[in-house]
Each structure stands twice: as C-alpha cells, then as structure tokens.
C-alpha cells in the first residue's frame, strides 16, 4: 500500500504535528498582542530556534548543497553573506527593536516618525518582498509534491496555501513559533542522520578527493550539472560549466544583497517582537546563529558527498534521474536514498516540506500583520474593537494565501534561488537602510524614510524587471552593488534637505538604547 511508503509516513506525521499544534495554540490568539507577537512571552532557546526555521528555508535546506555540488566551494560564499547578515541583524538590529515594543515592521515606523504615510509605504514594500519570497517556497512544495507524490503543481500550490491559512490563521504567532522551531530540529535531525551515515561510509576529506581527482571525464548528461570540474594531476580544475562568481563587481553585489537583505527580512524581524525584553531578543538571535552555523556545514559536506558519489558512479539510476527533474537541488534526497534508502528518503522529504513551512509561515504572519493591523486598523476601522482586530487579522490571513497562491502559479517555470536572491535584494535596498538608520541616526526623517523604501524598491524593480534598459556591465544576478547604495544615499539626501527630524527623537534614541532590559 502506497501509504506505508517511508516518505509518506513522514509527511503524513509531520501535518498531524503541525494540526495539533496549532489547534493546542488557538486559545492564545483572542487579542492582537498574542496573535501578532505571542504576548512577547518565548524565551530565546524557543525563539532562536524559530529564526532559524524562519531564516533556513527550502532554498537552503536543498539549494546551498545543490550549490557546492554543481560548483565546489564557491557555496561557501553564501553561507558567509547569511551567517554575516544574522551576525549584523544581533548586534546592531535585535535589541533596539524589541525595546521598541512594535507590532509589525511598518508599526516602528510609523511611530518612529509619527507618519501614516511611512506606515503605508512600508505596508507596500512588506508585501513586495513577502511576494518575492513566498512564490518560491510554494513553488519548491509543489514541485517536492509533483516529483515525489505524482500531484499536479496547481494541487501542489493550492495544497501549500491551504495548510499555511490554516497554520497560521488558527494558530497565529505562538502556534507558528512552535511550528517554525519543531520543523528546524526536523531538518537538522535529517542532516545529522545523513552526516553521520556518511562519515560512517567513510567520506573524510581524503576519500572525497581522492574520487574527485581520479574522475575524467563529463559528468553524465542525465544531470546537465551547470560547474562541472575536472582535477588534472590532483591539483587543479578544468572548469566546463563555468563558475559560480564570474567577476569581483558581481561577487560583490550578490554579498551586498544577502547581508543587508538579512536585516531587513520582514518575517525575521517581526521575531524579535517576541521576546519579553532585549536580552532575550539577542540571545534568540546568537542562538540562531549557532544552529544556523552547524547547518551551514552539514549543507556544504552534504553537497560534496553528494558530488563524489555522484562522480563516482554510486547512485542508482532511479536516484541519478532525479537530477533531470529537480536539478542540483536534488541532491540531498538523491544522497538520501543512496546511502540510507527509502527511509531516509522519506525523513528528508519531510524535511524539506517543514523548510517551505516554516518559512512560508513567517512571511504569511508578516504580511497579515501589515494587512490587519497596519492597514484594518488605522486606515479602515481606525476605532475597531479586540474581536474586530483579531477577526481582520484571521481574513488577512485568507488574502494572503489568495495572492501567495496566485504568484505560485504564475512562478511554476522560475528558478527557485534566483527570487529568493530578488527577494533579498528589495529588502536590502529598503528596510535595511531604514532601521539601520532609524536605529542609529537622530537625523534621519519622515520623507528621508519614505524616500530610501521608494527608490529601494523602484531601482531593485528597475535592474530586475527591465534589464535591457541597463548598460550590460551593471547587469548582475542580484543587483544589490546598485541598489542598496541607492537606497542608504537616498535616506540621508533627503533627511538632511527636509531637516524636519521628529521633536522626540532623543527620547526614542533613549528608549531604545537604554541599559535597562
């Protein structure tokens, strides 16, 4: 019977997990405080373990393996610009905010410059970059169902939006927060499994290279592997695919993105919210940090098994097609199945749908925080009562699953890693600008604010969209070298012309920077 399958097995119990859980929480979620923040009552271990399910999502749970398996260790590059944004995020982002005591993103600024104006704009850039992110990660959950339940992408995305409505519609942040924290401990489990499985085979360094030097050849055309490499003589690569990071300009911009694009992510900074003071908020984040680090390794040794069994010839036929299908990105389900069989398999499949959970989850509660409270609430029902709030919120819910799921469709041939690469690049160029500098400076000011997310947001649209209007020397993957630049100068030219700095600037810079928890 196909229900006994390993793989079904798993997914099976990991959505009667994630049901239980979030109908055990829905009692937590009869006001906004605790549907949108938790009451601000999860201790660090809990919240830094939700970061991490937030911030590790399906793109690096299958892609930064699939990176250093089609390209070596240039994937080390990534793992450094992620580690980086987080470090940054905990230092300098984590403990200020949550001495601010917000809701949502667009609520600090809101009240950081008294503008309903700077709540909106910030409302429009949340779900721009929401939208970015989400449409991967559905169409990674459709495409994880597609190759290995037999279901239609479309049943894929319709599936992926009802169970995130749900999760988060009944459950609100203290059912995703326990979710998000159970799903990272579920892929770490299956990347300590697969780990140790090969060290036990005995891939060491030594053996790994040793089958990478005695390969010739092309790698099989099953695989169409973009970076495939030949070692001559033990001591140097011949590089038929190309590499990863072509020119230093480039190389450049994709590590402008994805640091700056870390803080200014809108579902990681909302987590911050809720802690019960800033020193929790920051060990939440060095705790992230931690898992995020360990994770980081296994995905980089991963992949490189996964590169010398492959050129080796030690995975089935069956197991070498998946990459025909799922590209790179397949190759810690193919190591799975080749070195731990169905079971595995099945462990790292339900992995890999508790990576898309967990981060859907948290753009979902994101973007409902910024459609119910920034918008419901004081724009449309500016006096609703407690039950009216928590009722928007839970609706908000639904049209962001209407809209995610409309994008899902639309995104069914796009490459995953290349919008989430987008994603992090609106938010480098908009949000990062704006709490660094609404952090740190006292100068900065409404229309600086709202002038940095508008030209943030348009240029990133601009390098993304029409590139043929951009001189082919500035064209890179990730346009962050250009945008992000653009988006800091933008807030201060025009703070320091407007000069209209809010007259209680200095007993916000004391609020949020006090000594005191």
Not at 253 to 272: A, D, K, N, Y
Request: aromatic content about 16%.
């Amino acid at each position: 019977m196909f229900l006994l399958e390993p793989k079904y097995i798993f997914t099976i119990i990991l959505l009667a997990t994630i049901v239980g859980i979030t109908f055990a929480t829905q009692r937590y979620t009869k006001s906004t405080v605790n549907f949108y923040v938790g009451g601000r009552s999860f201790g660090w271990a809990l919240n830094g373990s939700a970061i991490a399910g937030d911030y590790l999502s399906a793109a690096t749970f299958l892609g930064l393996a699939g990176l250093t398996f089609a390209f070596g260790y240039d994937g080390i590059f990534y793992t450094f610009c992620f580690s980086a944004g987080l470090t940054l995020l905990t230092v300098f982002v984590a403990g200020p905010l949550r001495k601010f005591g917000a809701y949502t993103v667009p609520d600090f600024l809101a009240q950081r410059f008294h503008s309903q104006s700077a709540r909106l704009v910030a409302v429009i850039v949340v779900l721009a970059i929401s939208g970015f992110y989400a449409a991967p990660q559905i169409l990674g959950a459709a495409a994880i169902l597609k190759m290995f339940f037999g279901a239609t992408y479309q049943f894929g995305v319709l599936f992926t939006v009802i169970v995130m409505v749900f999760y988060v519609g009944v459950g609100g942040m203290k059912g995703t927060t326990i979710n998000q924290a159970l799903e990272i401990w579920i892929r770490f489990g299956a990347f300590i499994i697969l780990f140790a499985i090969a060290v036990s085979a005995g891939y060491n360094y030594g053996k790994i290279m040793e089958l990478l030097v005695s390969f010739q050849g092309a790698i099989p055309d099953t695989a169409a592997i973009a970076g495939t490499a030949i070692m001559h003589d033990g001591t140097t690569w011949e590089w038929t695919g190309g590499y990863l990071f072509k020119t230093l300009p480039s190389t450049i911009s994709i590590l402008f993105g994805l640091v700056f694009g870390t803080l200014g992510l809108p579902h990681i900074l909302l987590r911050f919210y809720t802690n019960p003071s800033a020193r929790e908020a920051r060990l939440s984040g060095l705790f992230a940090i931690g898992i995020a680090s360990v994770f980081f390794f296994l995905a980089l040794y991963l992949g490189t098994v996964g590169r010398a069994v492959f050129v080796a010839g030690g995975l089935p036929e069956h197991v070498a097609a998946y990459f025909t299908t799922g590209g790179t990105n397949m190759v810690i389900p193919a190591l799975a199945e080749a070195l731990g069989g169905r079971w595995l398999l099945g462990i790292v499949v339900a992995g890999a749908f508790a990576a898309v959970f967990s981060n859907l989850s948290g753009l979902f509660i994101a973007s409902t925080g910024a459609l119910g409270h920034d918008i419901y609430t004081h724009f449309i029902n500016t006096n609703a009562d407690e039950k009216q709030k928590v009722k928007a919120a839970r609706w908000s819910t639904v049209i962001c699953g209407v809209f995610y799921g409309i994008l899902g469709l639309m995104v069914e041939t796009a490459a995953i890693g290349h919008l989430v690469g987008l994603a992090f690049n609106v938010a480098a160029s908009t949000f990062a600008p704006i709490f660094i500098l609404g952090i740190w400076w006292r100068g900065m000011t409404e229309k600086g604010a709202i002038a940095g997310m508008l030209v943030g947001l348009i240029s990133s649209l601009y390098f993304i969209f029409l590139p043929q209007f951009v001189p082919e020397a500035m064209r890179f993957p990730v346009p962050g070298l250009w945008t992000v630049p653009l988006g800091f100068l933008a807030v201060y030219v025009v703070s320091k012309i407007d000069g209209k700095v809010p007259a209680d600037v200095n007993e916000f810079m004391a609020k949020i920077h006090s000594k005191g928890e």
